[in-house]
């Protein structure tokens, strides 16, 4: 089956460096997303990876290893408004989206 | 200036009604979908058309029926509604069905069943 794994909560200090990390198990990829999601509101897209590596956007940077089945979200500098939560949502073969369950992070100041 | 609308975002009804919701893009997207998520925050995919047409149908009762006048529009209707069938409702459209095309949600509608 397919499967996407990512923790369901995380906490982290406004000012500090976190690392929200996602395994995924689908058949074939085609990319991984990143979204996020503050409570109450809808999903808005962070980022998304195809290659090997690391892609970096201001505060937020997102890592891809296809040999590993892993990805991860690097947020730096943490604000209180980065508070909400992230999904991952790989690509398969026929270029469907299959989502995590969210990682919720709070951050405390 | 909306992208993605949706309406209504907050919908309270009794067991055994029918509702809509309606969604509507004006980002010139070719695709839309319908998720649904739950109380444990899951995304999962219900319906998506491209062009006015109906590409993925996932396992969702047959009470939920999608409608695509066009492709600026698509919209939800729920027969005999359920407690269970209480969630928070996300449309959303993306350039082309590829996939690998980001996609833009509306802000949710917010179903309760009672």
């Known amino acids: 089956g397919q499967n996407i794994d990512q923790p369901t909560e995380m906490t982290a200090t406004e000012g500090a460096i976190v690392q929200i990390n996602c395994t995924y198990q689908t058949s074939g990829f085609n990319g991984l997303f990143w979204y996020q999601q503050h409570a109450g509101e809808a999903p808005t897209f962070l980022s998304y990876n195809v290659l090997d590596g690391l892609e970096e956007k201001g505060r937020f940077s997102s890592f891809l290893s296809r040999s590993k089945g892993y990805s991860y979200l690097l947020l730096k500098e943490l604000q209180m408004k980065d508070s909400a939560s992230y999904l991952c949502a790989a690509v398969d073969s026929n270029y469907q989206l299959i989502w995590g369950a969210g990682t919720k992070l709070i951050i405390k100041p | 200036d909306t992208a993605v609308s949706q309406t209504p975002k907050y919908l309270v009804t009794q067991m055994g009604n029918d509702k809509s919701i309606k969604c509507e893009q004006n980002l010139g997207h070719d695709t839309m979908y319908w998720y649904k998520q739950d109380s444990k925050k899951f995304l999962k995919i219900m319906f998506s058309?491209?062009?006015?047409?109906?590409?993925i149908n996932e396992t969702v009762p047959n009470r939920f029926s999608p409608k695509s006048p066009d492709k600026a529009h698509l919209n939800l209707h729920i027969n005999s509604l359920e407690l269970g069938d209480s969630a928070v409702y996300f449309c959303?459209?993306?350039?082309?069905?590829?996939?690998?095309?980001?996609?833009?949600f509306g802000p949710g509608t917010r179903l309760t069943v009672l």
């Open positions: 058309y491209n062009n006015k047409e109906l590409i």
């Open positions: 959303a459209s993306s350039l082309t069905s590829g996939g690998t095309d980001t996609q833009y």
